[in-house]
């Protein structure tokens, strides 16, 4: 099965390159391809001004929706008017890249777009092409108190399941389940009932039993892999698991980080990043702000190792400003460093992870060393 991720202009670009990422860390049949060039554009004339009169009327209209804590749309100051699109357009975009790129009709075209939609879903199959659909990438913040890539990357293999599991919306509407079971099909008219659906990341068997045959075994094992570790990503990112015990942090040959007790979580970093992460794992006792520059030629060297951009000249420069204290580099680095591990394990697991210490005081990781571990795989 093969699915092709698109996006719109105003889709914020890191957050289309975690949800790729996501369904891309579990290996498996589903080929995820994604095209960073393909923007998808609206016209003026494709938008609409929508009104929504109230909340109750803004979490009414919502399906599919995400409620992991209390909604935050009481914040939203109503009667709320925005640009709003229709179906048909949304999925006439997908038809068009679909003929541009000359993508087979059983490979899936979806689209990432912040536009709201006429009927203010979240994500929605072409009834009549099914293999394009479109997913709503805005709203999820007014429902979760974790990153809005999670449930886009859940929605991704909700459409691709119900394609194989339903025969057209109608199907869809008649068949989901209206109250929740913890299934990938429960309706959720109430937010509050997503919090099941996220929690189980499963199929019940009677869904199961809808799509049996209708996909390869592989295929199906493979998104259901993919749910089961969003669901644990999720859970980890809104420190519901903050009382796990701490996971062993596995650096591979290829330098790549990766808590494997928590789901073989990665850690994703720059390698300027990655360098001054290796440094202080190599220096339990700490270094202060002000003596990165006496470590100036270890961090080049790690750097080196794990970093092919750029000439030696242009990579000594990088270090150079890394290491100097008026620059900033170094302690911007150390706080997204931080924000990496926090958002992807919580804020209290990530305590032990990151480099921290005191204005003044030596900066250190606290993680005891025994759990770092150097593979060859």
Known sequence: MKV???KSTEV??????????FLMSIPGTIDFGYDKDAVIDFDEDELYVKRIEDGEEFEREIHSECAMVEPKYSKI??????????????FKKCEQYRKIKNIANNEFVLLLTDKPNKQNWFAALDENMPYNGFIHTDDWDYFINCSPAFP???EVISLMLQKHMFDGLYDVRINVHQHPIGCINDMCIQKKDIILKLRTGDVCVDCINKIEGKISMPDLHHALNIMSSLRERMLFAQNLKRFSPLSKLIINKKNRIFLADYGNIEIKLRPLEKALYFLFLKHPDGIFNSSLSEH????????????????????????DDMV????????????????????????????????KGEHAQKKKIELDRSLVVFSNE
């Open 4 to 6: 092709h991720l698109i």
């Open 12 to 21: 914020d670009t890191t957050l289309f390159s975690k949800v790729v990422d």
């Open 77 to 90: 100051k109503f009667p709320l008017e925005r640009p709003t699109i229709k179906w048909e357009n949304l």
């Open 152 to 154: 886009i990357a859940y």
């Open 296 to 319: 100036r030629q270890e961090l080049y060297e790690i750097y080196c190792s794990i970093s092919t951009m750029g000439d030696l000249i242009e990579m000594k420069e990088r270090i």
């Open 324 to 355: 100097n204290v008026l620059s900033g580099s170094g302690v911007q680095k150390i706080s997204r460093i931080k924000r990496v591990f926090e958002e992807s394990i919580g804020e209290d697991l990530a305590q032990q992870y990151f480099i």
